[in-house]
């Protein structure tokens, strides 16, 4: 008798960022391989899902610059992004020590590609998300890395965090088939007018990130363009470091050349400061009223809803009460299987 065919239909797992040892331990799992396995299981068999183990198994350090595996991890990216058969990359955790590597990949290997990729991730995956959405078989998609569903006031059960992991890879599965996510944008306009309906490009993400790039090659990706708005979140920063990372987009000459703003959430140790921002936004915006959005979840805030970067596939209609309605049309699926949940 002969055997299954191995699916050629890849899942990468990526640990580029913080350590992923925490997120194996909380899984009550022993090692990267284990980890491995529990994402195979959710995928199911219309994948393959592979992972670099000493990615995953890696410590960090804060006192001796975070991770000691550089290149390592810059090679990773390097050959996820030009092998065919790898149609996503989900970054499990975000945190740090990533921002460092990106002068090491040679993102052009993505010209190479024949079949899309989607990237998945936020917080300090933001730069290379961004960067990424620039090239044609890229879909980068802005949402949590599944770490974060750790992040709660009550830490989850072990049991609960496993189920929560394979509802998150199961919406996964549905966005790179061309599926719409579970997880709608509830948001609102909270200034200025636009007509419905308006078709528009993302770029953005964690503001802190965002700024690191402002003055490097990599500028492009986040810079202002036409029907382009600019989505911002961040976690951790008070308000006065917050205006001072718009003020860079300021003094840039970018901030109000952007046709609107979407803005996440904002919090600082636990606080929410979306409010604060806002005005700090206003201020600098000032004296234009360019249209802002409030999404109540996008950011560092649970649930939270994707949302593509990069490619013009983000429609916008404000109703009558100045909701917003968020219309996504998927870029065309990284694979033709109908995922195994429907």
Known sequence: MSRPRRSTKTIRLWSIAGSCRPVIESLGLQSGSELIQFV??????????????????????????????????????????????????????????????LPKIDFDTLKTRTRPIAILGFSEITGLLNITAGYRKTIAIHDLCPSFLRATKKRPSEKQLRDQFTNF????ERMITGQPSHRTIQARLIQGQFSNPKNISIVGGNLSLLTTLIG??????IAPRKHCWLLLEDVHEPPWRIDRMLAHFTLAGWLQRYDGFILGRFTNHGEDITNAVRICLEKQLAPAISPIILANNIG????????????????LTVGNDRNVRFDIAWPKPCVTCRPHGL
Request: proline share 5%; no cysteine.
């Open 300 to 315: 560092h805030v649970l649930p939270m809803a994707p949302i593509p970067l990069g490619k013009r596939v983000v429609t």
């Open 169 to 172: 890879f199961s919406d996964v």
């Open 216 to 221: 490097t090659p990599y500028a492009k990706s």
């Open 40 to 101: 195979q299981n959710a995928f199911g068999e219309n994948y393959r899902v592979t992972a670099d183990v000493r990615t995953l198994e890696a410590s960090e350090d804060d006192d001796k610059g975070g991770r000691n595996d550089d290149l390592r991890r810059g090679r990773e990216i390097e050959r996820t992004l030009s092998d065919d058969k790898i149609v996503a990359a989900i970054a499990i955790r975000g945190g740090a020590w990533l921002t460092r590597v």
